[in-house]
């Protein structure tokens, strides 16, 4: 069994707890019978209710911490160099449709610098865990990114633009090429999963557009503690602070980088 630091214990304890009740409201959703308005209210009060439960626990366990919040915003604290940056239910639309394919994610910052970082699909049980420089771990194992050198043999997952929110033909362009070099394309609608799902080399990478830092933070660190790249699609060195990120082993990552950027782009190759 790994053994985990103090403030891990912490994330893990908090993040199951709101797991254990978005699967008591998972199970409630299964048997309403309500108008889609209904259950889009039921939905977001499970969010806004598992998000309550995350800061509430680790506010108690580490009073001072800032908080970084999907539904809730920024949240200052008397600890400048510590924040949580968290989202309670990521896969929200799987979780309406009653899809059980949705996590829990919780990530460290300490400085400007992401330090631990744990996912959780209450769902399965399935925990991923990492910790900086202590590698990355699922369900207690240790993690390594898959091994896979050719492109035609990769397994490759994505995120679709949602309507408004990012450039659905830049996308199109992109599907088109990596849909003409790798072996599959898988869309599950949960990033942050899909990330650790690179960690644990069930995907051989993942790449999307206009994410936010809550869906990723916790993934990108497992990713590169699991012997990984992660890179930012546009100028950006960051692909936490940019939301436009491929991930993958190295041995691919190059290749799919140059088939992810559109033509003329000039952007960075810094994993």
Known sequence: MALRSPVLNVMVMAAEKAGRKLVRDFGELEQLQVSIKGVGDFVSAADL??????????????????FLLE????????????RWIIDPLDGTTNFLHGIPHFAVSIALERAGEIVAGV????????LFTAEKGSGAFFNDRRLRVSGRRKADEAVIGTGIPHKGRGEHPVFVRQLQRIMNTVAGVRRMGSASLDLAWVAAGRFDGFWESHLSPWDVAAGVLMI?????????????????????????????????????REPGSNGSDKS
Do not use: M, Q, W
């Open 49 to 66: 209710k598992a998000e309550k439960i995350l800061r509430a626990e680790l506010s108690k366990a580490r009073p001072g911490f800032g």
């Open 71 to 82: 539904e809730g915003g920024v949240v200052e604290g008397s600890d400048t160099e510590h």
């Open 119 to 126: 996912t959780y699909n209450p769902i399965t049980n399935e």
């Open 224 to 260: 590169r503690e699991a012997g990984g790249y992660v890179s930012s699609l546009d100028t950006t060195a960051d692909p936490v602070a940019s939301g436009n990120l491929l991930a993958s082993n190295e041995p691919l990552h190059h290749g799919l980088l140059a088939l992810l």
